[in-house]
């Protein structure tokens, strides 16, 4: 949309647009992150909700990868998005 403006009015609001939605996939990671950093807290200090299983305190290869995903994902969209807004 922003490419396809004729004028620099309309850039600028298209540019503004992407920037908003970028902004709320941020705010989004952001407590979605919040959220997992809880878990995990909870989960090492071992006090989970239910004290059915045996595996608390373990930081099994599965929840590394999601925490590695959560890292790399987060940082790749701050930079994407203040990228796009230093243009």
Same mark, same amino acid.
């Given at each position: #949309? +922003? *490419?396809s403006a004729s004028t620099l009015v309309g850039a600028n609001?298209?540019?503004h647009i992407m $920037? *908003?939605?970028?902004?709320?996939?941020? +705010?989004?990671i952001v407590l979605f992150s919040d959220l997992t950093i809880d878990f995990m807290q909870q989960y090492v200090c071992d006090?989970? #909700?239910h004290t059915d299983s *045996?595996?608390?305190?373990?930081? #099994?290869?599965?929840?590394? $990868? #999601? $925490?590695?995903?959560?890292?790399?994902t987060t940082? $790749?969209?701050f930079i994407r998005w203040y990228t796009l807004s230093q243009s």
């Open positions: #949309m +922003a *490419s609001i298209d540019t $920037l *908003s939605g970028i902004g709320f996939q941020f +705010a989004i006090r989970p #909700m *045996s595996v608390h305190g373990i930081l #099994m290869p599965c929840l590394k $990868l #999601m $925490l590695a995903v959560i890292v790399f940082t $790749l969209l």
